[in-house]
């Protein structure tokens, strides 16, 4: 558990160039296609238009706008050196610490949150950076995208004033399911990393394949 945390702390202030998630499985942006690896669900959609059916607005966020985000917030203290939280519904980086100001600063703190820098799961990161992503590209409110992303079970029973998807109750595995998001899949780190079509703002789902999908 200790070595886990430790990696993903590491995510957050290191690994800006992909974006890590929960086997390796990679939800694609539009465009950059490539030929070195078979994508899944190739007559499906990607994510951004997925994200669109699933309630988070209107707003159509091309490869090239989500990566200007991911360059624009990374230069700085709002994703980068965010503690780890290990409470469930962690997801308050540094420059958004929304759910301290929502009351819940107790169990983020209790997690390894702090009220000074905020905390974070990974699961909490990547909801977070894809609605704010999409609120940034849109001009709208994080509240207004946040219900077409989806989080772990339970996160819309808390009363946060910002929500998750809610179509299923696997969420991630539902959601690229239910909406036919591309994808890749590999065998080990190594085959993905050789593949050829990692670009930065990719989501990588990391399944334990002793454990199951």
Not at 13 to 40: D, G, H, N, Y
Not at 170 to 184: A, E, P, Q, T
């Amino acid at each position: 558990m200790y070595r886990a945390r430790k990696l993903i702390q590491k995510s957050f202030t290191v690994l800006w160039a992909v974006i890590f998630f929960v086997t390796s499985i990679i939800i694609r942006q539009p465009e950059l296609r490539c030929e070195a690896a078979a994508m899944k669900n190739p007559n499906g959609v990607y994510l951004n238009a997925a994200l669109v059916k699933a309630g988070a607005g209107s707003v159509v966020e091309p490869l090239e706008d989500w990566q200007s985000f991911l360059n624009k917030f990374s230069a700085n203290n709002y994703y980068v050196g965010t503690p780890y939280s290990g409470w469930l519904y962690a997801a308050s980086p540094n420059g958004d610490k929304w759910q301290y100001n929502e009351g819940y600063g107790t169990y983020l703190n209790a997690n390894g949150g702090t009220t000074a820098l905020g905390g974070m799961n990974c699961t909490g990161f990547v909801w977070h950076a894809l609605m704010n992503g999409l609120a940034y590209a849109n001009g709208s409110s994080k509240q207004a995208v946040s219900a077409g992303i989806p989080n772990v079970n339970g996160f819309n029973s808390m009363g946060f004033t910002r929500k998750a998807w809610t179509g299923g109750a696997n969420r991630w595995y539902d959601f690229v399911v239910k909406y036919s998001v591309h994808y890749y899949e590999f065998s080990t780190k190594a085959e993905m990393l050789s593949s050829g079509v990692l670009t930065k703002g990719d989501i990588i789902w990391c399944v334990d394949g002793s454990g199951g999908s």
